[in-house]
């Protein structure tokens, strides 16, 4: 849980939006990830490089990629975006701050919240609401897009061959989670 300043100076505890939440059926388990770090990054190819060393993190160039290290993952996102989380504790924003070159790095950490979706079923789960094909052969392990879940945005990330982490705005983190162990209970079925 994230400390938050307050008038009196004394620091309050923050709970995530729907932090905690979990449910499993028989064949997939959607849960809430803890709080992570995020950021929305744009750069000419030119800059790729400086960034990439500043991040501690390759930047993927190539379309439905991404690349992990040390508690930290981007994924490409169009030919200049990528979005960057860090799990570890770090600050992204703040490091992309020290790559000299031509870039645009915007803190998303507040805005945007991660389900995990697990399990034998997890990929009939998710596509009960998003239209891409989520085969391990069209969708390996590694990958990611910008697509949707029923009526809303999501960024997916393939983290394993059963294992899904669905990034999505805090605002539409109820019907995501909602939607997600609805159709958990349809794969079961």
């Known amino acids: ?4 300043a307050t008038a009196a100076g004394t620091a309050a505890l923050r709970r995530p939006a729907q932090a905690g939440r979990e449910f499993s059926a028989s064949a997939a388990k959607v849960a809430m990830l803890p709080p992570a770090e995020r ?4 750069a000419p190819e030119a800059s790729v490089a400086a960034l990439s060393k500043a991040l501690g993190v390759k930047l993927p160039q190539a379309p439905k990629t991404s690349a992990s290290a040390k508690g930290r993952t981007a994924l490409w996102l169009g030919p200049d975006e990528w979005l960057v989380i860090d799990e570890a504790g770090g600050d992204p924003l703040a490091d992309a701050a020290k790559a000299k070159d031509l870039h645009s790095a915007v803190g998303i950490s507040h805005r945007n919240v991660a389900i995990a979706v697990t399990g034998a079923g997890a990929e009939a789960t998710i596509n009960a609401g998003c239209p891409q094909d989520l085969s391990l052969a069209a969708f390996p392990v590694g990958a990611c897009s910008r697509t949707v879940l029923g009526k809303i945005e999501i960024v997916l990330l393939r983290t394993a061959a059963d294992a899904f982490r669905v990034e999505c705005w805090r605002s539409f983190s109820d019907y995501a989670f909602t939607f997600l162990t609805d159709a958990a209970r349809d794969a079961a079925a």
Request: proline share 0%; glycine share 0%; net charge positive.
């Open 1 to 4: 849980m994230a400390k938050a």
């Open 39 to 42: 950021i929305s990054l744009r």
